[in-house]
């Protein structure tokens, strides 16, 4: 799902996320300079050192 | 006596776009065309609801700069628009701030006036569309 952020004051407060209604023209939005895409991707999870399932016990 | 006084806090916006401070008046022409409604018998011209007939114009200043005026109706000319809102003030709808809503309106035209010596403005009217007041 796409997300957005304001850029405009018209539309809110600048620099947050735009929660776009059904009936919101987000084409024209853009066009505008009111909103823009948001580069922002959820993060990944931090890569663990030792696997959740990895024992302690070292084989003999 | 009770009145209703708007002195600068009326709220405008086309979708999400708030234009309230580009803007200087708002007429509003809630309108259901009459429709005759007499038959043999009548002894007076009756009336019955046809299709609404709204408008809605609006005063704005012309503002090029970006996110202004014309930013935001440079493409919605020979468009429908789908919403557009006013309220009384700016804060929550209610009885006594009704919330009016446009939706489904046509902008024919786009017509700034350049005058010397004077702002550059510009009179949009919005055509047609169903038109409604909430007040919750």
């Given at each position: 799902m796409?997300?957005?952020?304001?850029?405009?004051?018209?539309?809110?407060?600048?620099?947050?996320?735009?929660?776009?209604?059904?009936?919101?023209?987000?084409?024209?939005?853009?066009?505008?300079?009111?909103?823009?895409?948001?580069?922002?991707?959820?993060?990944?999870?931090?890569?663990?050192?030792?696997?959740?399932?990895?024992?302690?016990?070292?084989?003999? | 006596m009770a009145t209703s006084t708007y002195l600068s806090n009326p709220v405008i916006s086309i979708g999400a776009v708030d234009i309230s401070d580009q803007c200087t008046?708002?007429?509003?022409?809630?309108?259901?065309?009459?429709?005759?409604?007499?038959?043999f018998g009548s002894t007076a011209v009756a009336y019955v609801a046809g299709l609404q007939n709204n408008t809605l114009t609006l005063d704005l200043y012309w503002s090029t700069a970006a996110s202004e005026t014309y930013a935001t109706l440079k493409a919605l000319v020979g468009t429908v628009i789908t919403t557009i809102t006013i309220k009384g003030a700016s804060g929550a709808a209610s009885p006594t701030n009704p919330l009016g809503t446009l939706t489904g309106s046509y902008l024919p035209t786009l017509a700034p006036v350049y005058t010397l010596g004077a702002l550059t403005t510009c009179s949009v009217s919005f055509m047609g569309g169903t038109f409604a007041y909430t007040e919750a």
């Open positions: 796409d997300r957005y952020v304001i850029t405009s004051s018209r539309v809110g407060e600048i620099g947050t996320a735009f929660v776009a209604s059904p009936s919101d023209d987000i084409a024209w939005l853009i066009a505008g300079g009111f909103i823009q895409r948001s580069d922002t991707h959820p993060s990944k999870g931090a890569k663990l050192a030792i696997k959740p399932d990895a024992t302690e016990n070292e084989k003999d | 008046a708002a007429t509003l022409t809630q309108t259901f065309t009459e429709l005759q409604a007499n038959a």
